[in-house]
């Protein structure tokens, strides 16, 4: 076929595919609208108004790009994606059909679409001639892979044949071919650093439910197991782990990504502080740069790499379409790390009293300060993020109070508090938090505090899958208070962390006596118990945890577990135990189901293999 041919053969595709089909969904979408009872209220018939008004002139628009979509030749699938959304929002429209307010918005953001392809269109046949180029499909200039590559020029002849290869076109050609959502899942990944950057699970989890790419945890965990089955990702296992919990990048994949990404308006191809026209706002200056503020059409602020923020007034002063906000790291420290090297993990964010606007971000699904030093308190505006699903303020040192307002965020499945070591205890009223999956971090308080959360109020969570509880130093746990967790019928896996219980002699023998009187009674269900600093010397003489199937104990005075012959555990991990005296022998007679690759004993120097 003639290059003229394939070039008709194309256009005829895009007008017969994309935007006939279009012109008829706006022909129903007309339909409803003439068929909608009209409304007594003024209000309702000013938006009828408005919505047939944007009608014909979305109608006039497509219109006039059908004419030209017939003369477009290698610009056809840069025009093609960009109706992806406009698709989208018709359909939505549709689907409001009931409500006016919801048609009218979706016209809205229909018409702002148009007017993008419009000006896409105007670009293509205007500016230079390489425009007219998919930039998912040109091979990476030499400005891109210097950017992308730290500013170093490594691009040769051997780069650009790879990317021109049938090989390098079938995938692209797989990206495109992926459900919406799942491309929106995977463009992600091309906003992480190039190399080696290593990605956890839930980073990347927690990033597509504050896109709306997956409503839930769950959810997302079958998209990531998606794009690993596809080979796009890399999964990274760890030693003595059977799960998958962090992943890298296929490092030939990055550039074509990148460049869809860009051309979606998702992803800026370089570093800059100039957010105008974008609806996503990478922050990746090593450099203290000028204050935060950004443009009311974006939907995700992402920290890639910024030490040091600068909230600007009025940064989060009217920006209702912010979904996604990672102030904090999103790179995982191990806690020696955080010690020796804390400028690598630190975060310091300035102009902190600016959160108070977050109130007024109601469509924020996901918040995140992790590591981000000079927050005592989290605002009471907090109480007004009703959509907020993941909050994340793990190793936030100077947070001192949750705030009451916290209890009201009634649609939040994902709470961590690790790390804020200030916290003494929880605000009462966790227990109404019934969608809350993972709570990490709560603090057992005095049991004479009223306005504190307490264990026997989280047992009314429903759907509390996972848990991690520290006793600190001045806990006053009221009596059988650990006999709740035997009522937490979802909890699969459990954190107990002891904090310093005693400093002498006559201290650890008092605090002894009194942790051996704490009675605990585990979940009926619980599949992983990890153990921090355990308190005890014989582990028989605590719980009975012979059905978990995962057992980590980390620090502490255990010295033995016993000559149980019935464990049904099959990953045990051992670590920092220097009193512990057992053998591999007794381990195996014990513990019938370990295998040598799933059990791990670290610095247990009275260990006898």
Not at 290 to 298: D, E, H, K, Q, T
Not at 420 to 447: D, Q, S, W, Y
Not at 577 to 605: A, V
Request: include cysteine; proline fraction near 4%; charge should be positive.
């Amino acid at each position: 076929m003639s290059t003229e041919a394939r070039s008709k053969s194309s256009c005829r595709a895009l007008d017969d595919e994309v935007v006939v089909p279009l012109l008829a969904r706006l022909t129903t979408l007309k339909t409803i609208l003439a068929s909608t009872p009209e409304s007594a209220s003024s209000g309702a018939g000013a938006m009828r108004s408005e919505a047939r008004a944007l009608l014909e002139k979305i109608e006039r628009q497509m219109a006039q790009l059908k004419d030209v979509v017939g003369r477009i030749d290698k610009t056809e699938k840069e025009i093609r994606y960009s109706f992806d959304p406009v698709e989208r929002h018709v359909d939505d429209a549709i689907r409001a059909a009931d409500k006016m307010e919801g048609i009218c918005s979706k016209l809205r953001e229909v018409d702002a679409e148009m007017a993008r392809i419009q000006a896409k269109v105007h670009k293509a046949y205007n500016l230079a001639k390489d425009c007219g180029q998919e930039e998912g499909d040109r091979a990476p200039s030499r400005r891109a892979v210097a950017f992308s590559h730290g500013g170093s020029s490594v691009i040769n002849e051997r780069t650009e044949e790879i990317w021109r290869s049938p090989q390098m076109e079938h995938i692209r050609l797989v990206v495109r071919g992926l459900d919406e959502q799942l491309r929106g899942c995977l463009i992600c990944l091309a906003a992480f650093p190039e190399g080696d950057a290593v990605i956890k699970k839930r980073v990347l989890i927690h990033w597509w439910i504050g896109e709306g790419f997956v409503s839930s945890s769950k959810e997302g965990s079958r998209r990531f197991k998606d794009l690993v089955d596809k080979g796009f990702i890399i999964p990274l296992g760890k030693d003595h782990c059977d799960k998958i919990h962090r992943c890298r990048l296929m490092p030939w994949l990055r550039e074509s990504l990148a460049g869809l990404a860009n051309r979606n308006n998702f992803l800026d191809a370089e570093e800059s502080t100039d957010f105008t026209g974008r609806s996503r706002a990478f922050l990746r200056s090593r450099r203290t740069s000028s204050p935060l503020n950004f443009n009311p059409a974006v939907r995700t602020v992402y920290n890639m790499g910024q030490k040091h923020v600068q909230l600007d007034k009025g940064c989060f002063a009217g920006k209702k379409n912010l979904s996604s906000l990672q102030l904090g790291q999103w790179r995982e420290f191990a806690p020696l790390e955080q010690v020796t090297n804390p400028d690598r993990s630190h975060i310091e964010v300035s102009g902190t009293e600016r959160l108070a606007e977050l109130g007024q971000c109601n469509n924020l699904r996901y918040v995140s300060f992790r590591g981000i030093s000079r927050i005592e308190t989290l605002p009471d505006s907090i109480g007004k993020l009703r959509h907020l699903v993941v909050l994340d303020l793990r190793a936030c040192h100077n947070l001192q109070e949750l705030g009451q307002e916290v209890t009201k965020l009634d649609h939040l499945q994902y709470l961590d508090l690790s790390e804020c070591h200030l916290l003494t205890g929880m605000p009462k009223g966790i227990g109404r938090l019934t969608r809350l999956e993972v709570l990490k971090g709560f603090v057992i308080a005095n049991f004479k505090s009223k306005d504190l959360c307490h264990l026997n109020e989280l047992a009314k969570l429903p759907q509390l899958r996972k848990l991690s509880v520290i006793i600190g130093k001045t806990a006053v746990p009221a009596a059988g208070e650990f006999k709740k967790l035997g009522e937490f019928k979802s909890i699969k896996s459990l954190t107990i962390a002891w904090g310093v219980l005693f400093s002498t002699a006559e201290d650890k023998s008092t605090n002894t006596s009194a942790i051996a009187n704490m009675e605990f009674v585990l979940p009926p269900h619980l599949e992983k118990l990890d153990l921090r600093g355990f308190p005890l010397p014989d582990f028989q003489k605590w719980a009975h945890p012979k059905h978990v199937k995962k057992l980590y104990i980390r620090g502490g005075n255990l010295r033995t577990l016993g000559e149980d012959q019935d464990w049904e555990v099959e990953v045990l991990r051992l670590r920092f135990l220097k009193d512990f005296n057992y053998d591999h022998d007794r381990l195996q007679h014990s513990f019938k189901k370990l295998t040598s690759d799933l059990t791990l004993i670290h610095e247990c120097p009275n260990f006898n293999t």
